[in-house]
């Protein structure tokens, strides 16, 4: 182990039952303040698992770009903290990696995964279009990208009101829905209309996904048993399907999900014959243990590739989601203070815990470093708490961290796409605990 590897541990949610929550210790109860998530929502109490993501990095190279510019991550911890730090470096490489790809027709960059001026403009000036969730996404690109191509604009969301779907068909974006409901109800916004639909995959062999609160476990798209509602709507409604999204039940885009998956989509083309164009949700592969390179572009461009030449009539679409963004952010903490309780370890850091708690319930995988003490061994299992917590609302259970003191900076990763889960229309983070961490080179494509 080398004395970079000390430094890193892992952050997951699990859901409290006996498989997955093998602790009794009422401290590993996850939440953001003086209530537990259990308190806060009526949903299950959450805890940390202490062996669902147990693997550290292991070279000084791992632990990522956030180690390359450490010393400019340090001069932006003094002036403000805490900090959401975006790295234009790997936001370069990752839209250059996927846009070269060249099975892939249109790139969507999901506009709420991080709304950061700088990263939208990154996405469009690379050529990506865009994710929206609502009308306020959509005016807002519309506004910012004066000129951009009504092709570009994808609108896509589980809840809008017929003014918002009416919004974007006039707006000439692409419209996707994912259930039947908007069909029923509004049937004059969509008569005569050009859409999109997602389809749900059902699978069910599939194993429950242990993130029972995440966007993976609800329902995505129309099932098999209202095909013949959907063929009566569109048949009555004059309605062109003109593509099949599919939402990935997970971030891994293996060759077997892959080929399963586009296989699933040519056997229902039949029933939509003016239907071109393939669109994948959520499917870039992104590893969720630390010590592997996220994304792996490589393996998602020769699998795309290979099963775009076995369905060649199909243009390929892919909507990444928030991953895209995430391994791009780190945020920088600051340890308020310390404490000892009956020989347990315990740091409350100044910030709220919110955003890092949705993220973890979406199956995002996260790294905590006591960015402080590089280089020092681990020697402590450590409590951390938000600003506002007690010993009985520990956040992490850390496994190993070099001892924390007070002032001391822990550096959380993948938090590119945290706190702006909820969109533009309730921006999660204030623009003074942003900042975009300019490029120092050309980025270098790595396929």
């Known amino acids: 182990m080398t004395s970079n590897e000390s430094q890193v541990t892992s952050l997951s949610l699990a859901t409290c039952d006996q498989t997955y929550a093998p602790y009794s210790n009422p401290a590993m109860i996850a939440g953001t303040g003086r209530r537990s998530i259990e308190e806060r929502s009526g949903a299950k109490t959450f805890m940390l698992d202490d062996h669902i993501q147990t693997n550290l990095c292991t070279n000084a190279s791992a632990p990522g770009w956030w180690f390359e ?186 060759p077997p999900d892959l080929n399963e998956t586009v296989s699933f989509l040519a056997g229902l083309s039949g029933h939509f014959p003016e239907a071109s164009v393939f669109s994948f949700g959520n499917g870039v592969g992104v590893s969720i243990k630390p010590g592997i390179e996220i994304p792996d572009f490589t393996a998602t461009r020769e699998n795309l590739e290979a099963v775009k030449d076995m369905y060649p009539k199909f243009g390929f679409w892919l909507e990444p989601g928030d991953l895209i963004v995430a391994h791009a952010g780190v945020l920088l903490t600051k340890v308020k203070e310390t404490n000892q309780v009956e020989g347990n370890y315990y740091v409350r850091i100044n910030t709220g815990m919110e955003p890092l708690v949705r993220s973890a319930l979406y199956g995002r995988h996260h790294e905590i470093v006591n960015f402080s003490k590089l280089g020092e061994k681990e020697t402590r299992l450590t409590h951390v708490m938000s600003v506002n917590g007690e010993p009985g609302d520990t956040l992490c259970y850390a496994k190993r961290l070099a001892p924390v003191e007070k002032g001391d900076i822990l550096l959380i990763t993948n938090t590119g796409a945290c706190g702006s889960d909820q969109g533009l229309g309730l921006q999660a983070l204030e623009a003074e605990h942003q900042h975009y961490l300019r490029a120092r080179k050309m980025c270098s494509v790595k396929i």
């Open 69 to 254: 510019r450490r010393d400019e991550l340090e001069t932006l911890s003094k002036e403000r903290c805490p900090l959401y730090v975006y790295d234009d470096e790997t936001l370069n490489d990752t839209f250059f990696d996927l846009l070269c790809i060249d099975a892939v027709g249109k790139l969507f960059y999901t506009v709420a995964a991080n709304p950061h001026p700088r990263i939208l403009e990154k996405a469009y000036q690379l050529g990506a279009g865009f994710k929206c969730a609502s009308s306020v996404e959509l005016e807002h690109v519309l506004r910012a990208f004066t000129g951009i191509e009504s092709q570009k604009l994808l609108f896509a969301t589980a809840f809008a009101g017929p003014e918002e779907y009416d919004y974007a068909f006039k707006k000439g974006a692409t419209v996707l829905i994912n259930n039947i409901f908007p069909l029923k109800s509004w049937p004059d916004v969509f008569k005569d209309r050009d859409i999109f639909i997602c389809i749900e995959r059902e699978n069910p062999q599939q194993p429950q996904n242990v993130f029972h609160g995440s966007r993976s476990s609800l329902k995505s798209g129309i099932a098999s048993s209202e095909f013949d509602t959907l063929a009566q709507l569109l048949k009555g409604l004059s309605i062109t399907v003109r593509g099949l999204h599919v939402q990935l039940k997970a971030p891994i885009f293996s």
